[in-house]
């Protein structure tokens, strides 16, 4: 521990102190006033404005984002839940009244929406500002004292986010604590008031059971198989230009929202396959791997465990556009596989990456069994002209969110919630849901003295009793 402390190095002692200044400022009341909850907010949008260049510059070091996907998600989308919280903060404040029952006339009862205290917030990679700041921002509008801890794979991003909050905001408030398993260990030893975490299911289950410890409340925004479903009725240019915009346009397929299979029906898989392959040409040349416009995968360990999901015996003769891969620049281009076996790696496991399997069924209803065989996923998208389709895959099938006739685009809905169902999560934010999840409702009833009827006191009379 010692030499840990004089090396610097974050570890449960640290961690300890952090969340006593934060509780200290917290029980000051100070990130209670509409006011500093503001300033915080209009400080993080300024941030924002201003270390645009710097922003994108990180995720290029990190991830090779494509700049106007960088721009598109981290920085723009960003900014909007920002400016959305500036102005609905003063009526998200407010309390809601509400119906009281004539048992306690004359009365009037609401539900205040308060703090909960100094929370945590442990993000991840593959959209490093959106989905550290976008947690933080509801924090901050619920009143709340903050830690973010962003992902140590996307350590440009993690570096900038550190030293831009440190700047702009209130650190007596809001601390950003970089770090790995180590540093989130410290962190998730100590009690706070909520923990949000965005990550895969393994290290879900580790903050989950860290929690329990504390009975601290948590949300978890995981990942897992998020299936399209496309129909042979529909607009194919269309469909798909927007499957590729939900997987290869999307960080290469390194998002938790982007397509990971397809369903499709058996005779018309090879026409989709046919436009899928015209229109990745059109977006990323003859030879993808000189595209400006395809992220790279984002670790040497991430790429390996791609290789991995393309070795399998399983899959060798069912690669239909085998996509090239380059180790030192950690690319990999579009790959599609037609009809893997169910119990292949690729159908198995999360890919988060540009691989694209293809099952194909006889009828598209025979689709919603797969997806129903799986852990409920993040999304689910459907694609057809079939409005019987469109609702009983809306009636039957399970997912956090849901877009038919397009991808991922539910996440920049602003009054959608977003988060996972099962397997996929618990809880959910964005916009006023955020605000909501870092608060706590208080049911508060008031009475007067008027209208004091013995009734309710002992003793309990034989005429009370027949009342
Ligand atoms: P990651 O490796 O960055 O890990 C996430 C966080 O967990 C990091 O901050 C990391 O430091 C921390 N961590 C790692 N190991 C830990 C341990 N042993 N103990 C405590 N903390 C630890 O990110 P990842 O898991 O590779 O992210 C990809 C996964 O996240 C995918 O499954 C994806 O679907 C999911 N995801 C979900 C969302 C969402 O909003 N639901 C968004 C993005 C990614």
Not at 200 to 212: D, K, L
């Amino acid at each position: 521990m010692e030499e840990a402390k004089e090396k610097g190095v974050f570890n449960e002692e640290k961690a300890c102190l952090v969340v006593k200044e934060l509780r200290k400022s917290f029980d000051s009341g100070k990130t209670r006033s509409y006011k500093w909850r503001i300033s915080q907010l209009e400080a993080m949008a300024k941030m924002i404005e201003e270390r645009e260049k710097d922003i994108i510059e990180a995720v290029d070091k990190d991830l090779s984002k494509p700049q106007l996907e960088a721009y598109i998600a981290e920085v723009s989308q960003t900014k909007s839940s920002c400016f959305e919280a500036i102005k609905a903060l003063h009526l998200w404040m407010k309390p809601t009244k509400v119906k009281t029952a004539i048992t306690t006339y004359p009365s009037s009862a609401e539900i205040v929406s308060e703090p909960l205290g100094v929370v945590l917030i442990i993000s991840t990679w593959n959209f490093p500002f959106l989905l550290s700041l976008e947690p933080v921002i509801g924090a901050i509008a619920a009143g709340n004292a903050v830690v973010l801890k962003p992902s140590e794979v996307a350590p440009a991003s993690s570096a900038l986010l550190a030293d831009m909050l440190t700047k702009y905001l209130d650190n007596s408030a809001v601390r950003v604590i970089e770090g790995g398993a180590p540093q989130t260990t410290a962190l998730l030893e100590q009690k706070w008031d909520k923990i949000l975490y965005t990550g895969n299911a393994r290290v879900g289950r580790i903050v989950m059971a860290a929690a329990t410890k504390h009975l601290t409340p948590v949300i978890l925004e995981l990942g897992g198989k998020c299936p399209a479903l496309v129909d042979s009725n529909l607009n194919l240019q269309v469909a798909a230009r927007r499957l590729i915009a939900g997987k290869w346009a999307c960080n290469n397929g390194q998002a938790c929202i982007s397509v990971d299979y397809i369903i499709t029906l058996k005779h018309f898989a090879p026409t989709l396959i046919n436009a899928l392959k015209e229109e990745l040409e059109q977006f990323f040349g003859k030879d993808p791997m000189k595209s400006k416009d395809m992220s790279r995968i984002v670790s040497s360990s991430h790429f390996s465990r791609l290789l991995k999901l393309l070795n399998d015996d399983k899959i060798s003769d069912k690669i239909v556009l085998e996509g090239q891969k380059d180790e030192d620049q950690l690319k990999i281009a579009p790959t599609i596989i037609l009809d893997a076996p169910d119990d292949s790696l690729v159908m198995q496991e999360e890919i988060f990456g540009p691989i694209m399997p293809i099952i194909t069924v006889d009828k598209i209803e025979d689709g919603f069994d797969i997806i129903k065989s799986k852990p409920k996923p993040l999304a689910a998208y459907l694609f057809t002209n079939n409005e019987d389709l469109k609702k009983s895959f809306v009636e039957n099938i399970s997912s956090g969110g849901m877009l038919i006739n397009d991808t991922v685009l539910q996440v920049v809905t602003p009054g959608l919630p977003f988060g996972g169902v099962g397997e996929s999560g618990m809880g959910s934010y964005h916009g006023k849901f955020s605000f909501d999840e870092f608060s706590h409702k208080k049911g508060v009833l008031y009475r007067s003295f008027k209208g004091d009827s013995s009734m309710r006191y002992p003793p309990y009379t034989p005429k009370k009793q027949s009342l």
